[in-house]
Every structure is written in structure tokens, then in C-alpha cells.
């Protein structure tokens, strides 16, 4: 081979090796450069397309907020802990100079025993009568009935629970700066967690309870004022975890499919829709189910769920529900979806 013929062919190796490299990385940015930016590298504010500043949201602040609420341990109702958590709860609402109430009752769960139970009501621009409504449960389920080892342990709830309290709490401050155009309440419900699950190890023999989940949004629900209507809802369930999957959860799309659409083209457009993806899971049951049944506001319900299992995530109601699958990432990007979520919204808009 000639040594002009040598340079040509080391030329084309080399470039073939460029186009080979160029191939890798535009297939890996298909299948992982979707990945949810932390929090980190989030520090200023987000231009949009309407070119409304949209604030930046504190991944960090959320991830310590959910470790506070684990380190008081399983926020049982009756316990010490969820105690604590509820007085966590209002001293962040205090400190950031947030409306708040405490709506208080009792209930009978299905295993025949009497709880007293708090829901946290706070609102941001209470006069403002164009207003988004935002919730979560607090409490964390008294048993890991879905662990194969124990059962009928406790849990610590990090993501069932925590990751929720921790989102609304950080979205609170952040809100509190900057006024959206349209006013929030928020909603933080109690015992949402204790309700009769069939066959599972802690069940017994206990007679079947019709409605044994989330009691403490029925109550919130059936005792609303007359005159309050929210343009739409958006309840927070599990929404810290890794490697999470947001589809559109078949309650949500039942009672309020828009609004699922209206969240998810956004989640989209932010870049998400490898994680706000467009499988549709059965109904479940979850808060979202009685505010749209009971209250007859249209609300969705942003969730973990693994389609490929056709159920919640593996740690769901098992000891694997700590601090380890917690992940600053996936609360940037729910953050960023429900900031562009809200400050997009135009308080002369039409209701959906």
C-alpha cells in the first residue's frame, strides 16, 4: 500500500471511529439523556415558551424535608411520630408565613379501632377566587403487609407519605415568593394509609369495610365549604422514588382526563415524557378518587407506578421504603412540572 493510499485509509478509519462514537452517543441520548436534571444544576429561573419566569424548585430542601419526617419514625396515626410530623408540618407552614388550618375528627378504621385524625389545610392568596388545588397524605401504613419477610412490621414511608408532605411543603416556600396569577391551596390528608387490603397477612378475619382507604380525604371532602371550587386538583403520591414511571392513572383519566393531558404535555415539553409517559394504568384507589367522587372536583393523581409489573413500585408497603430509594432527581423534575404547571396557568382561562 502506497503511503498516499495508507493516509487515506487511516482517514477513513478515523472518521468511521468519529461516526461510530457520534452513533453511541445520539442512542444513548435516546434512551437516557431524559433523565431528570438534579437539583444542583437547576439555579435559575426557567424561560418558558410564554416567556413567564418560572422559579426555580429546591430538590435539596425537599430531600432533607422528607429525612425530618422518617427520622421521627413511621408517622402511624396514634403514635408519637405522627405527632411530631404534624407539628413539623405547621412550623414550616409558620415559618413561611402560610394560611393554614388544622381540620380535626375521628374515624374508625376496619380492623374496629377509633383514631382521632388532623388534616393541614394552607392556602396561598386566600382572597384570590381563581385557585389549584395541590395535596398528599401524611400518614405512613401501619404495616408492611407487602414485604415477604415481616409483614406485619412498621415502615419508614419515605416515599409513600414522606416524599409528598416534602414536595408540598418546598412548593409552599417557593410559591410564597413569587404569586402565580391564580391562588393554591394546599392539603395535607391523615390516615389515608390504614384501609383493608384482601389477603394480605394482617387482614384476620375482619368483616369487609366498604371505602377503607384514604379516611381522612372523605372527611375533607364531604365538609368543604359550599361555595369552594378549585379549577382542578393534583394529588402527590409516591413521587420521590428512583427510576420512577408517571402514567396516567385510570382514575385520573376517568374523572378528569384532561387535566391529566394538560400536565403530562407539559411534563413532555419540560422533556420528561420518557417519565410522564402515555400508559394508562387500571383505577386505583387514592385520595384523588373521593375529592373527584364526593367533592365532585376534577382532580388527577401524579403517581409511581410500574406499568411492566401492572402495580406500585417494589418498595411499595415493604421495609425497602427508606431513604435509600429517595432520589433528588425525580423531585427536581415533579417540581419543575407542577412550577410550569401552575405559573402557566391563567387566571382568566376558561375551566377545563
Not at 47 to 69: G, V
Not at 141 to 162: E, I, L, Q, W, Y
Not at 279 to 288: A, G
Not at 299 to 311: E, K, L
Amino acid at each position: 500500500m502506497s503511503a498516499r493510499n495508507k493516509n487515506i485509509s487511516d482517514t477513513l478509519e478515523v472518521l468511521s471511529f468519529v461516526l461510530m462514537l457520534a452513533f453511541i452517543f445520539l442512542e444513548g441520548c435516546n434512551s437516557g439523556c431524559n433523565h431528570p436534571t438534579p437539583s444542583h444544576a437547576d439555579t435559575t429561573k426557567v424561560q418558558t415558551a410564554q416567556n413567564i419566569n418560572i422559579p426555580s424548585f429546591s430538590a435539596d430542601t425537599a430531600y432533607k424535608y422528607t429525612k425530618e419526617q422518617v427520622d421521627f419514625g413511621p408517622r402511624i396515626v396514634g403514635t408519637k411520630a405522627h405527632e411530631k410530623c404534624l407539628q413539623f408540618i405547621i412550623s414550616k407552614l409558620k415559618q413561611d408565613s402560610i394560611t393554614y388550618s388544622v381540620q380535626k375528627s375521628s374515624t374508625k378504621t376496619f380492623d374496629g379501632k377509633t383514631f382521632d385524625f388532623e388534616n393541614v389545610i394552607a392556602s396561598l392568596q386566600p382572597n384570590n377566587p381563581v385557585r389549584i388545588l395541590l395535596c398528599t397524605h401524611w400518614d405512613t401504613r401501619p404495616f408492611a403487609d407487602a414485604d415477604s419477610v415481616d409483614p406485619k412490621g412498621t415502615f419508614d414511608g419515605a416515599d409513600d407519605g414522606a416524599s409528598g408532605v416534602a414536595m408540598l411543603l418546598e412548593l409552599a416556600r417557593d410559591l410564597k415568593k413569587t404569586h402565580p396569577t391564580v391562588g393554591i391551596d394546599l392539603v395535607f390528608f391523615d390516615i389515608e394509609d390504614y384501609g383493608q387490603e384482601a389477603g394480605n397477612p394482617v387482614d384476620g378475619n375482619y368483616p369487609d369495610m366498604e371505602d377503607s382507604w384514604c379516611l381522612g380525604s372523605q372527611y375533607w371532602a364531604r365538609n368543604i365549604p359550599a361555595n369552594y371550587a378549585p379549577r382542578y386538583g393534583i394529588l402527590l403520591d409516591m413521587v420521590g422514588g428512583k427510576n420512577p414511571e408517571f402514567p396516567m392513572e385510570g382514575t385520573s383519566m376517568h374523572f378528569a382526563s384532561e387535566i391529566v393531558k394538560k400536565v403530562w404535555n407539559i411534563a413532555d415539553n419540560l422533556g420528561y415524557g420518557g417519565f410522564f409517559t402515555r400508559n394508562t394504568t387500571v383505577e386505583t384507589i387514592d385520595d384523588h378518587r373521593y375529592i373527584n367522587k364526593i367533592a365532585n372536583i376534577p382532580t388527577i393523581d401524579i403517581v409511581h407506578y410500574d406499568m411492566p409489573r401492572r402495580d406500585y413500585p417494589y418498595w411499595h408497603h415493604t421495609h425497602s421504603d427508606n431513604m435509600s430509594i429517595i432520589d433528588t432527581a425525580t423531585m427536581h423534575m415533579v417540581g419543575r412540572v407542577l412550577m410550569n404547571v401552575i405559573y402557566q396557568e391563567k387566571s382568566s382561562a376558561p375551566q377545563p
